[in-house]
């Protein structure tokens, strides 16, 4: 009897020492675990949500001067910039092929192509229609300029991680004042040195590039590319929501007509 009550507190005190033992290992790989998410309110969160324009044709530049470098956005064509309910959504150029915006943007960028009449490979300006292109010929080729990683393809990254637009804000400003090679977020080490420093872009309209406002124009531009459909979504939501309520009324309105004589 007292042997096996001694045998199995042994064995209750050996199982707890593992839970522990087992825990702190995956604390101590999860790295910096202090790092706590700042939150911030997207506009594009809710039910009737939508992009804060503005936000997102800085963010879009945010990307052209400074992530473009490393990070494709390959599920995205340049006219998609100019769709409804994109940031350079113009309603005179119904039709984003026409709007001279987009196709400034663009021209901006260097296609690899093959000549139709001799078959050789060329470079030539983009038009509405192509694609955006890869930034490195191969994946190795990628990890190879990158600490040994390949920059993940950013077009619908807010999609992908979990905590979506809060996830890449925060990657984004978690960096080491310090050291620009350790993350918060990611709990140390990355293969992307910071990106952002104040002041890296000159905004058009006039708002001062601070890290954090680049880091949230960013944010807001690739939260719209992950979900270009999302203000028609919900516009259409609210709509057949409206619908059913209206048909719901009207409904329980006929019902008390027609039973209207009969006694309960
Ligand atoms: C010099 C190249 C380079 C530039 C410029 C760059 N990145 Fe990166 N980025 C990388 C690499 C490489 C990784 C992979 C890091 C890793 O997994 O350790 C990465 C990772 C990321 C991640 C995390 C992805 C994940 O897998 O969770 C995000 C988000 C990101 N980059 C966004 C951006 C944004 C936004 C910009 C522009 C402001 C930017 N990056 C600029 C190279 C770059």
């Known amino acids: ?122 470079d030539r300006k983009g038009i509405p229609a192509d694609y955006f292109p890869p930034i490195y010929p191969n994946a190795a080729a990628a990890a190879a300029s990158n600490n040994g990683k390949a920059p993940p393809d950013l077009s619908v990254m807010v999609k992908a991680r979990t905590g979506g637009a809060d996830y890449v804000y925060n990657v984004l400003i978690s960096y080491k004042d310090d050291d620009p090679t350790y993350n918060k977020k990611m709990g140390g080490l990355i293969a992307m040195a910071n990106p952002l420093s104040d002041g890296l872009v000159e905004y058009a309209d006039g708002t001062e590039a601070t890290v954090d406002q680049m880091a949230k124009d960013v944010t807001e531009f690739l939260a719209w590319s992950a979900d270009p459909k999302m203000e028609a979504r919900k516009s259409l939501g609210f709509a057949t929501m409206l619908y059913l309520l209206i048909l719901t009324i009207l409904l329980f309105l006929s019902y008390r007509t027609v039973w209207r004589n009969v006694k309960h």
């Open 1 to 122: 009897m007292k042997m096996t009550l001694k045998k199995s507190i042994l064995g209750a005190v050996v199982l707890a020492g593992s839970v522990f033992g087992t825990l702190s290992v995956a604390n101590a790989a999860g790295g910096d675990n202090d790092y706590e998410d700042k939150h911030v309110h997207w506009h594009f969160n809710g039910w009737n949500g939508s992009f804060d324009r503005a936000a997102a044709q800085r963010g879009y530049q945010v990307y052209r001067e400074v992530c473009a470098s490393c990070h494709q956005l390959k599920h995205l064509a340049f006219r998609h910039l100019g769709d409804e309910g994109a940031p350079f959504y113009d309603k005179k150029y119904p039709n984003p092929n026409d709007n001279p915006i987009v196709k400034g943007f663009a021209a901006d960028w260097t296609i690899e192509d093959i000549d139709i009449d001799t078959g050789d490979v060329i």
